[in-house]
């Protein structure tokens, strides 16, 4: 099976833009997660769906929103960006989310400037 | 939700079993104790679950005692490739409540 897959990898954007970022879950996976990652505060949870459905939200604020579609894809949208934003965003996949067993994509590396 | 306190590094040297363990004194009936390897530059990868007692796969044992206030990680024979950051994550594996909480981990340098 391949693995999840995230795009871009790779992305910089200006203060006050928005962004949206993609996760491709491994195939037949139903709940997908997503993570901010930085070297102060480690990884932090910021919402799971599941069936198209948000099931978890963390403490983020509204800037950060999420959707997934029909096919499990998932998408994450940040915007107004701030310099505090620059970080790494995971995206994690798991079967019908009953365990705590999630596959996690390489990432995609945001830089705020 | 339970927090976790774990060592914020360790050493060691190849060929070692390495130990690590992690704090969760405040969990709940219902919690499953989980853990995670992390190489730079790359997403967590699973590495072992467990409820009670012992637990062991091709990777790692996780040992929990009968109180489960604390759970240790073991790795047997330790190479260089498994210096990595080391997560002990704490919560129910089932139902809506599925918020958990990473801390910074265990960075593990195994040396030659």
């Known amino acids: 099976k391949a693995g999840v897959t995230q795009t871009p990898r790779y992305l910089i954007k200006t203060r006050g833009q928005q962004v949206t970022l993609s996760c491709s879950p491994i195939?037949?996976?139903?709940?997908v997660s997503w993570y901010q990652q930085t070297p102060g505060q480690g990884l932090q949870f910021l919402f799971e769906y599941f069936s198209e459905t948000q099931r978890n939200k963390g403490n983020f604020p509204g800037r950060f929103s999420g959707r997934q579609f029909s096919n499990s894809r998932s998408e994450m949208n940040v915007s107004t960006l701030e310099l505090g934003d620059s970080a790494l965003y995971l995206c994690?996949?798991?079967?019908?989310?009953?365990?705590?067993?999630?596959?996690f994509g390489p990432g995609t590396r945001l830089t705020v400037t | 939700l339970a927090k976790t306190t774990q060592p914020i590094s360790m050493d060691s040297y190849e060929g070692q079993e390495v130990n690590i363990t992690c704090s969760h004194n405040n969990i709940a009936t219902n919690d499953y104790i989980t853990w995670y390897q992390q190489f730079p530059s790359q997403g967590p990868r699973f590495i072992i679950q467990?409820?009670?007692?012992?637990v062991t796969n091709e990777v790692a044992s996780l040992f929990i005692p009968a109180d489960r206030k604390s759970s240790t990680l073991s790795l047997p024979r330790v190479s260089l490739s498994d210096t990595a950051v080391y997560y002990c994550?704490?919560?129910?594996?089932?139902?809506?409540?599925?918020?958990?909480?990473w801390g910074l981990g265990t960075s593990l340098a195994v040396n030659p």
């Open positions: 467990g409820y009670k007692t012992k």
């Open positions: 994690a996949s798991s079967q019908q989310g009953f365990n705590y067993e999630q596959y």
């Open positions: 994550l704490v919560g129910p594996n089932a139902g809506n409540n599925r918020k958990l909480i």
């Open positions: 195939s037949g996976h139903r709940s």
